[in-house]
C-alpha cells in the first residue's frame, strides 16, 4: 500500500506546521500527491514542489477490516480516495470518523498522525490522515 509512506526528517518539521506538499507538472498541469520527479499522467520531469489545501470531499472508500500485518489491531479502519481543492487526488486513511459515518462527497481535512509507533528501524512514521471538516 502506498499511503503507508516513511517521511524524511525534513517533512517532519514540516508536517508540524500542517502543511500537505505534492508535486506540480509544469507540461501538463497534472497536480499529484505524493510528491515524485515523473508525472503519471504525461511522463513529464521536473515537477515542482507546491502545496495542496488541505480540504477536499471523499470520492470513495474502502472499509479494511483484514489490514496488513503492520496494521493489525487497529482494523476497522477507512481508506479513501479524497480529492483536494483544485482536483489533485489523495489516497490516504479517513480518521476521527466511525466507518458507518463515512459518506461519499463528505468534507474533510488533512491532518498529519502517526501511523506507526515504531517502525523496525526505530523511526515514527507520520503521514497524511484525513477527517471530518467542521
Ligand atoms: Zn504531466
Known amino acids: 500500500m502506498v499511503w503507508a509512506e516513511s517521511v524524511p526528517r525534513v517533512w ?3 508536517a508540524k506546521k500542517y502543511r500537505l506538499l505534492g508535486g506540480k507538472c509544469p507540461a501538463c ?3 499529484v500527491y505524493p510528491h515524485r520527479q515523473v508525472c503519471p499522467y504525461c511522463g513529464s520531469e521536473g515537477l515542482q514542489l507546491v502545496e495542496l489545501p488541505r480540504k477536499g470531499r471523499v470520492i ?3 472499509v479494511i ?3 496488513p500485518s503492520d496494521f493489525v489491531g487497529k ?3 477507512v481508506v479513501a ?4 481543492e483544485g482536483g489533485a487526488r489523495v489516497l490516504a486513511q479517513l480518521t476521527d470518523v466511525k466507518p458507518e459515518e463515512v459518506r461519499e ?3 474533510v481535512e488533512a491532518v498529519f498522525r502517526r501511523y506507526r509507533e515504531q517502525s523496525p528501524d526505530g523511526i515514527i512514521e507520520y503521514g497524511i490522515k484525513f477527517r471530518p471538516a467542521h
Open 29 to 31: 498541469g497534472s497536480v
Open 105 to 107: 462527497g463528505m468534507e
Open 81 to 84: 480516495i479524497v480529492e483536494l
Open 60 to 62: 470513495s472508500y474502502t
Open 75 to 77: 482494523e476497522p479502519y
Open 12 to 14: 517532519r518539521e514540516r
Open 65 to 67: 477490516r483484514h489490514p
